[in-house]
Protein backbone atom coordinates (compact mmCIF):
# COMPACT_ATOMS: atom_id res chain seq x y z
CA UNK A 1 0.00 0.00 0.00
CA UNK A 2 1.38 3.92 -0.70
CA UNK A 3 1.54 5.41 2.44
CA UNK A 4 2.18 8.47 1.15
CA UNK A 5 -1.44 8.60 -0.39
CA UNK A 6 -3.76 10.68 2.16
CA UNK A 7 -6.14 12.67 -0.01
CA UNK A 8 -7.77 12.19 -3.59
CA UNK A 9 -10.13 13.99 -5.50
CA UNK A 10 -12.58 12.53 -7.85
CA UNK A 11 -14.32 14.39 -10.75
CA UNK A 12 -17.03 13.99 -13.54
CA UNK A 13 -16.35 15.30 -16.87
CA UNK A 14 -18.09 15.42 -20.15
CA UNK A 15 -22.10 14.91 -20.75
CA UNK A 16 -23.90 13.63 -17.36
CA UNK A 17 -25.25 9.59 -17.70
CA UNK A 18 -27.07 7.40 -15.04
CA UNK A 19 -24.65 5.49 -12.95
CA UNK A 20 -21.95 8.99 -11.97
CA UNK A 21 -23.25 9.16 -8.19
CA UNK A 22 -22.87 5.17 -7.34
CA UNK A 23 -19.42 5.97 -8.85
CA UNK A 24 -18.69 8.62 -6.38
CA UNK A 25 -20.50 6.69 -3.52
CA UNK A 26 -18.22 3.82 -4.18
CA UNK A 27 -14.84 5.58 -4.25
CA UNK A 28 -15.37 7.30 -0.91
CA UNK A 29 -16.63 4.09 0.66
CA UNK A 30 -13.40 2.48 -0.63
CA UNK A 31 -11.26 5.36 0.16
CA UNK A 32 -12.56 6.09 3.62
CA UNK A 33 -13.32 2.56 4.70
CA UNK A 34 -10.34 0.68 3.14
CA UNK A 35 -7.20 3.31 3.68
CA UNK A 36 -8.83 6.11 5.84
CA UNK A 37 -8.14 9.08 2.89
CA UNK A 38 -9.78 12.08 2.87
CA UNK A 39 -12.04 12.48 -0.76
CA UNK A 40 -12.14 15.74 -2.25
CA UNK A 41 -15.27 15.93 -4.91
CA UNK A 42 -14.03 18.87 -7.40
CA UNK A 43 -17.11 20.95 -8.99
CA UNK A 44 -18.34 20.57 -12.54
CA UNK A 45 -15.02 18.59 -14.38
CA UNK A 46 -12.19 20.55 -14.27
CA UNK A 47 -13.85 24.28 -14.19
CA UNK A 48 -13.82 23.15 -10.01
CA UNK A 49 -10.00 23.47 -10.29
CA UNK A 50 -10.29 27.08 -12.18
CA UNK A 51 -11.74 28.41 -9.43
CA UNK A 52 -9.93 30.03 -6.00
CA UNK A 53 -11.10 28.73 -3.44
CA UNK A 54 -11.41 25.84 -5.99
CA UNK A 55 -14.54 24.92 -6.43
CA UNK A 56 -14.89 21.37 -4.57
CA UNK A 57 -16.57 19.73 -1.33
CA UNK A 58 -15.14 17.14 0.93
CA UNK A 59 -17.07 13.85 0.31
CA UNK A 60 -18.27 11.68 3.55
CA UNK A 61 -19.63 9.02 3.86
CA UNK A 62 -23.01 10.50 5.81
CA UNK A 63 -23.59 11.83 2.48
CA UNK A 64 -24.03 8.45 0.94
CA UNK A 65 -26.59 6.59 3.11
CA UNK A 66 -29.64 7.54 1.13
CA UNK A 67 -30.63 7.29 -2.14
CA UNK A 68 -27.83 8.77 -4.25
CA UNK A 69 -27.00 5.21 -5.28
CA UNK A 70 -29.62 5.25 -7.24
CA UNK A 71 -30.07 8.72 -8.32
CA UNK A 72 -29.36 10.26 -11.84
CA UNK A 73 -27.18 12.75 -13.00
CA UNK A 74 -24.34 13.71 -10.87
CA UNK A 75 -23.88 15.99 -7.26
CA UNK A 76 -20.70 16.92 -8.91
CA UNK A 77 -22.10 18.85 -11.51
CA UNK A 78 -20.00 18.18 -14.82
CA UNK A 79 -18.95 20.00 -18.38
CA UNK A 80 -18.77 18.76 -22.02
CA UNK A 81 -18.45 22.25 -23.20
CA UNK A 82 -14.50 22.78 -24.26
CA UNK A 83 -10.85 22.05 -24.32
CA UNK A 84 -9.07 23.44 -21.04
CA UNK A 85 -6.20 24.06 -23.54
CA UNK A 86 -8.11 25.85 -25.91
CA UNK A 87 -11.08 27.39 -23.91
CA UNK A 88 -13.78 30.67 -25.43
CA UNK A 89 -14.10 32.78 -22.95
CA UNK A 90 -17.09 34.81 -22.65
CA UNK A 91 -15.50 37.99 -24.64
CA UNK A 92 -15.32 35.37 -27.99
CA UNK A 93 -11.39 35.23 -27.45
CA UNK A 94 -9.46 31.77 -26.82
CA UNK A 95 -7.25 31.12 -23.47
CA UNK A 96 -5.23 28.04 -22.48
CA UNK A 97 -6.24 27.46 -18.45
CA UNK A 98 -4.64 24.28 -17.91
CA UNK A 99 -2.00 26.25 -15.86
CA UNK A 100 -4.99 27.02 -13.50
CA UNK A 101 -6.35 23.82 -13.24
CA UNK A 102 -2.98 22.42 -12.33
CA UNK A 103 -2.41 24.74 -9.82
CA UNK A 104 -5.67 24.14 -8.37
CA UNK A 105 -4.92 20.16 -7.68
CA UNK A 106 -1.79 21.28 -6.24
CA UNK A 107 -3.81 23.87 -4.09
CA UNK A 108 -5.80 21.26 -2.89
CA UNK A 109 -2.71 19.23 -1.89
CA UNK A 110 -4.48 15.93 -3.54
CA UNK A 111 -2.30 13.56 -3.99
CA UNK A 112 -4.25 11.64 -6.67
CA UNK A 113 -7.44 12.04 -8.67
CA UNK A 114 -9.75 10.03 -10.13
CA UNK A 115 -11.48 11.27 -13.96
CA UNK A 116 -14.44 10.23 -14.66
CA UNK A 117 -15.23 10.45 -18.75
CA UNK A 118 -15.52 9.73 -21.83
CA UNK A 119 -12.56 9.44 -24.48
CA UNK A 120 -12.63 12.85 -24.70
CA UNK A 121 -12.93 13.92 -21.32
CA UNK A 122 -9.94 11.21 -20.88
CA UNK A 123 -7.09 12.75 -23.57
CA UNK A 124 -7.59 16.24 -21.80
CA UNK A 125 -7.28 14.69 -18.35
CA UNK A 126 -4.06 12.91 -19.41
CA UNK A 127 -2.73 15.64 -21.10
CA UNK A 128 -3.19 17.88 -17.69
CA UNK A 129 -1.78 14.99 -16.02
CA UNK A 130 1.16 14.75 -17.98
CA UNK A 131 2.00 18.36 -17.89
CA UNK A 132 0.91 19.05 -14.07
CA UNK A 133 2.68 15.80 -12.33
CA UNK A 134 -1.12 14.77 -11.82
CA UNK A 135 -1.47 11.40 -10.35
CA UNK A 136 -4.48 10.50 -12.84
CA UNK A 137 -6.62 7.31 -12.66
CA UNK A 138 -9.65 7.19 -15.31
CA UNK A 139 -13.33 5.71 -15.31
CA UNK A 140 -14.89 5.44 -18.23
CA UNK A 141 -18.67 6.73 -18.78
CA UNK A 142 -20.46 7.71 -21.78
CA UNK A 143 -23.96 6.47 -22.87
CA UNK A 144 -22.10 5.81 -26.52
CA UNK A 145 -19.91 3.19 -25.48
CA UNK A 146 -17.37 4.16 -27.19
CA UNK A 147 -14.06 3.83 -25.18
CA UNK A 148 -11.97 1.17 -26.36
CA UNK A 149 -10.80 -1.61 -23.95
CA UNK A 150 -13.87 -2.02 -21.75
CA UNK A 151 -17.14 -3.67 -22.86
CA UNK A 152 -18.90 -1.35 -20.81
CA UNK A 153 -18.85 2.13 -20.21
CA UNK A 154 -20.75 3.78 -17.31
CA UNK A 155 -24.53 4.99 -18.90
CA UNK A 156 -24.33 2.78 -21.39
CA UNK A 157 -26.55 0.32 -20.35
CA UNK A 158 -29.26 2.54 -19.02
CA UNK A 159 -29.25 4.29 -22.36
CA UNK A 160 -30.03 1.11 -23.83
CA UNK A 161 -32.65 0.29 -21.04
CA UNK A 162 -34.33 3.39 -22.18
CA UNK A 163 -34.48 2.96 -25.85
CA UNK A 164 -35.44 -0.33 -25.36
CA UNK A 165 -38.67 0.26 -23.34
CA UNK A 166 -38.76 3.27 -26.04
CA UNK A 167 -39.58 0.44 -28.59
CA UNK A 168 -41.34 -1.57 -26.22
CA UNK A 169 -44.44 1.81 -26.20
CA UNK A 170 -43.62 2.23 -29.77
CA UNK A 171 -44.52 -1.10 -30.74
CA UNK A 172 -48.25 -1.02 -30.16
CA UNK A 173 -49.35 2.08 -31.19
CA UNK A 174 -47.87 1.40 -34.10
CA UNK A 175 -49.52 -1.61 -34.52
CA UNK A 176 -52.65 -0.22 -33.96
CA UNK A 177 -52.50 2.49 -36.50
CA UNK A 178 -50.68 0.83 -38.94
CA UNK A 179 -47.82 2.65 -38.71
CA UNK A 180 -44.08 3.13 -39.00
CA UNK A 181 -42.39 4.42 -36.16
CA UNK A 182 -38.80 6.19 -36.31
CA UNK A 183 -36.55 6.16 -33.08
CA UNK A 184 -33.93 7.91 -33.07
CA UNK A 185 -31.42 7.64 -30.69
CA UNK A 186 -28.35 9.28 -29.53
CA UNK A 187 -24.77 7.98 -30.64
CA UNK A 188 -22.73 10.81 -31.98
CA UNK A 189 -19.90 8.68 -33.44
CA UNK A 190 -20.94 5.02 -32.67
CA UNK A 191 -24.21 3.29 -33.17
CA UNK A 192 -24.00 0.89 -29.68
CA UNK A 193 -27.32 1.92 -28.06
CA UNK A 194 -28.96 1.82 -31.46
CA UNK A 195 -28.05 -1.62 -32.44
CA UNK A 196 -28.26 -2.95 -28.62
CA UNK A 197 -31.95 -1.37 -28.44
CA UNK A 198 -32.60 -2.52 -31.72
CA UNK A 199 -32.12 -5.58 -31.49
CA UNK A 200 -33.89 -6.03 -27.66
CA UNK A 201 -36.72 -4.22 -29.04
CA UNK A 202 -37.75 -5.88 -32.05
CA UNK A 203 -36.73 -3.00 -34.73
CA UNK A 204 -37.15 -4.01 -38.38
CA UNK A 205 -34.59 -1.21 -39.05
CA UNK A 206 -31.33 -0.06 -37.71
CA UNK A 207 -29.61 2.59 -38.99
CA UNK A 208 -25.62 3.56 -37.06
CA UNK A 209 -23.28 5.72 -38.91
CA UNK A 210 -20.34 2.89 -39.27
CA UNK A 211 -22.83 1.01 -41.59
CA UNK A 212 -23.54 3.45 -45.07
CA UNK A 213 -27.18 2.98 -46.08
CA UNK A 214 -29.51 3.13 -49.11
CA UNK A 215 -33.07 4.69 -48.68
CA UNK A 216 -33.50 2.09 -51.18
CA UNK A 217 -32.84 -1.06 -48.76
CA UNK A 218 -34.92 0.77 -46.28
CA UNK A 219 -38.21 0.92 -48.20
CA UNK A 220 -37.51 -2.90 -49.68
CA UNK A 221 -37.54 -3.93 -46.10
CA UNK A 222 -40.68 -1.71 -45.27
CA UNK A 223 -42.49 -3.06 -48.38
CA UNK A 224 -41.47 -6.58 -47.74
CA UNK A 225 -42.60 -6.87 -43.88
CA UNK A 226 -46.24 -5.40 -45.02
CA UNK A 227 -46.22 -7.66 -48.27
CA UNK A 228 -44.40 -10.97 -47.33
CA UNK A 229 -45.15 -10.87 -43.61
CA UNK A 230 -48.50 -9.25 -43.99
CA UNK A 231 -47.04 -6.68 -41.15
CA UNK A 232 -49.03 -3.31 -41.03
CA UNK A 233 -46.21 -1.48 -38.71
CA UNK A 234 -42.65 -1.31 -38.99
CA UNK A 235 -39.53 -0.16 -36.33
CA UNK A 236 -36.92 1.96 -37.46
CA UNK A 237 -34.24 2.91 -35.06
CA UNK A 238 -31.25 5.19 -35.77
CA UNK A 239 -28.35 6.70 -34.28
CA UNK A 240 -28.31 10.55 -34.41
CA UNK A 241 -24.81 10.50 -36.27
CA UNK A 242 -26.06 8.64 -38.89
CA UNK A 243 -26.21 11.04 -42.51
CA UNK A 244 -28.32 12.01 -44.80
CA UNK A 245 -28.40 9.99 -48.24
CA UNK A 246 -25.88 12.31 -49.71
CA UNK A 247 -23.50 12.19 -46.80
CA UNK A 248 -24.93 14.96 -44.66
CA UNK A 249 -24.66 15.55 -41.06
CA UNK A 250 -27.74 16.05 -39.53
CA UNK A 251 -26.97 19.32 -37.09
CA UNK A 252 -29.65 21.86 -34.98
CA UNK A 253 -28.17 24.66 -33.55
CA UNK A 254 -28.86 25.98 -29.96
CA UNK A 255 -29.67 29.58 -29.26
CA UNK A 256 -25.62 29.95 -28.53
CA UNK A 257 -24.84 28.75 -31.65
CA UNK A 258 -24.01 25.85 -30.11
CA UNK A 259 -24.07 23.01 -32.93
CA UNK A 260 -24.77 19.14 -32.03
CA UNK A 261 -26.60 16.08 -33.82
CA UNK A 262 -30.28 15.87 -33.77
CA UNK A 263 -32.53 15.82 -36.56
CA UNK A 264 -31.85 12.22 -38.11
CA UNK A 265 -34.95 10.78 -37.23
CA UNK A 266 -37.60 13.44 -39.12
CA UNK A 267 -35.22 13.41 -41.93
CA UNK A 268 -35.51 9.38 -42.56
CA UNK A 269 -39.39 9.77 -41.53
CA UNK A 270 -39.83 12.21 -44.29
CA UNK A 271 -37.67 10.02 -46.83
CA UNK A 272 -39.89 6.53 -45.68
CA UNK A 273 -42.84 7.78 -46.26
CA UNK A 274 -41.51 9.33 -49.98
CA UNK A 275 -40.31 6.43 -50.65
CA UNK A 276 -43.55 3.78 -49.24
CA UNK A 277 -46.28 6.18 -48.81
CA UNK A 278 -46.01 4.92 -44.97
CA UNK A 279 -47.73 6.59 -42.66
CA UNK A 280 -44.77 7.91 -40.29
CA UNK A 281 -44.02 9.13 -36.75
CA UNK A 282 -40.70 10.11 -35.19
CA UNK A 283 -39.37 10.15 -31.78
CA UNK A 284 -36.17 11.56 -30.58
CA UNK A 285 -35.33 10.02 -27.09
CA UNK A 286 -32.70 12.94 -26.83
CA UNK A 287 -31.44 13.09 -22.72
CA UNK A 288 -33.89 10.97 -21.69
CA UNK A 289 -31.31 8.59 -22.30
CA UNK A 290 -28.86 10.23 -20.14
CA UNK A 291 -30.69 10.98 -16.96
CA UNK A 292 -33.08 8.35 -14.73
CA UNK A 293 -32.48 5.93 -12.36
CA UNK A 294 -29.24 4.06 -13.41
CA UNK A 295 -30.25 0.18 -14.23
CA UNK A 296 -28.85 -2.33 -11.87
CA UNK A 297 -26.16 -3.21 -14.38
CA UNK A 298 -24.68 0.79 -14.62
CA UNK A 299 -24.91 0.28 -10.73
CA UNK A 300 -22.64 -2.67 -10.81
CA UNK A 301 -20.09 -1.67 -13.22
CA UNK A 302 -20.21 1.80 -11.53
CA UNK A 303 -19.73 0.22 -8.16
CA UNK A 304 -17.01 -2.24 -9.51
CA UNK A 305 -14.42 0.91 -11.32
CA UNK A 306 -15.03 2.94 -8.26
CA UNK A 307 -13.49 0.66 -6.00
CA UNK A 308 -10.69 -0.96 -8.25
CA UNK A 309 -9.43 2.64 -9.10
CA UNK A 310 -9.23 3.58 -5.70
CA UNK A 311 -7.24 0.55 -5.06
CA UNK A 312 -5.03 1.65 -8.37
CA UNK A 313 -4.19 4.19 -6.27
CA UNK A 314 -3.11 2.75 -3.17
CA UNK A 315 -1.23 0.52 -5.14
CA UNK A 316 0.71 3.41 -6.96
CA UNK A 317 -0.34 3.23 -10.46
CA UNK A 318 -1.49 5.85 -12.32
CA UNK A 319 -2.05 6.87 -15.57
CA UNK A 320 -4.80 3.94 -16.26
CA UNK A 321 -8.17 3.57 -16.65
CA UNK A 322 -10.34 0.73 -14.98
CA UNK A 323 -11.88 -1.22 -17.52
CA UNK A 324 -14.86 -4.53 -17.86
CA UNK A 325 -13.48 -7.00 -20.01
CA UNK A 326 -14.11 -11.19 -19.91
CA UNK A 327 -16.02 -10.63 -16.87
CA UNK A 328 -13.30 -9.07 -15.02
CA UNK A 329 -12.49 -5.53 -13.84
CA UNK A 330 -8.86 -4.71 -15.11
CA UNK A 331 -7.20 -2.01 -15.87
CA UNK A 332 -5.23 -0.30 -18.95
CA UNK A 333 -2.42 2.13 -19.75
CA UNK A 334 -4.89 5.61 -20.54
CA UNK A 335 -2.53 5.53 -23.82
CA UNK A 336 -4.16 2.53 -25.10
CA UNK A 337 -7.40 3.88 -24.90
CA UNK A 338 -7.34 7.79 -25.15
CA UNK A 339 -7.96 8.48 -28.84
CA UNK A 340 -8.61 5.50 -29.97
CA UNK A 341 -12.51 5.54 -30.40
CA UNK A 342 -14.39 2.26 -30.34
CA UNK A 343 -16.95 2.08 -32.77
CA UNK A 344 -18.90 -0.79 -33.79
CA UNK A 345 -17.81 -3.60 -35.27
CA UNK A 346 -19.60 -3.64 -39.02
CA UNK A 347 -18.31 -7.37 -39.08
CA UNK A 348 -18.32 -8.17 -35.54
CA UNK A 349 -20.98 -10.30 -33.36
CA UNK A 350 -23.78 -8.11 -32.47
CA UNK A 351 -24.06 -6.75 -36.33
CA UNK A 352 -24.15 -10.62 -37.17
CA UNK A 353 -26.77 -11.15 -34.78
CA UNK A 354 -28.82 -7.95 -35.90
CA UNK A 355 -28.20 -9.59 -39.63
CA UNK A 356 -29.38 -12.80 -38.69
CA UNK A 357 -32.41 -11.77 -36.74
CA UNK A 358 -33.27 -10.64 -40.41
CA UNK A 359 -32.93 -6.79 -39.65
CA UNK A 360 -32.55 -4.33 -42.48
CA UNK A 361 -29.03 -2.26 -41.43
CA UNK A 362 -29.27 -0.65 -44.54
CA UNK A 363 -26.80 -2.05 -46.66
O1 LIG B 1 -21.44 11.83 -25.64
C1 LIG B 1 -22.64 11.62 -25.04
C2 LIG B 1 -23.76 12.37 -25.74
O2 LIG B 1 -24.93 12.06 -25.03
C3 LIG B 1 -23.90 12.07 -27.22
O3 LIG B 1 -24.56 10.86 -27.47
C4 LIG B 1 -24.66 13.29 -27.67
O4 LIG B 1 -24.45 13.57 -29.04
C5 LIG B 1 -24.09 14.39 -26.83
O5 LIG B 1 -23.57 13.78 -25.67
C6 LIG B 1 -25.08 15.46 -26.47
O6 LIG B 1 -24.44 16.45 -25.77
P1 LIG B 1 -25.20 17.71 -25.11
O7 LIG B 1 -25.59 17.28 -23.72
O8 LIG B 1 -24.19 18.80 -25.12
O9 LIG B 1 -26.40 18.01 -25.94
Redesign the pocket.
Same mark, same amino acid.
Given at each position: MNRDIKRIGILTS??DCAGLNAVIRAVVHRAILGYGWQVFGIHEGTRGFMERPVGCEELHLGQFTGNLLRLGGTILGTT?EGDPFDLLMPDGTRRDRSDEIIEGYHELALDALIGVG?DGSLAILRRLAEKGGINLVGIPK???NDVAVTENAIGYLTAVDVATEALDRLQPTAASHSRVMVLEV?? @?DAGHIALSAGIAGGADVILIPEIPYSMHHVQSKIEGLRHEQNRNFALVVAA?GVVTENGEPVIVTDADG?K @??GGIGHYLGRRITEETGAQVRVTVLG?T? @?GGTPGPRDRFFASAFGVHAVDLIAAGKFDRMVAWSNRDCIDVPLSEVVNHPHPVDPNGPIVRTARGLGICLGD
Open positions: GGNGTIDMG @REK @RFHQ @R
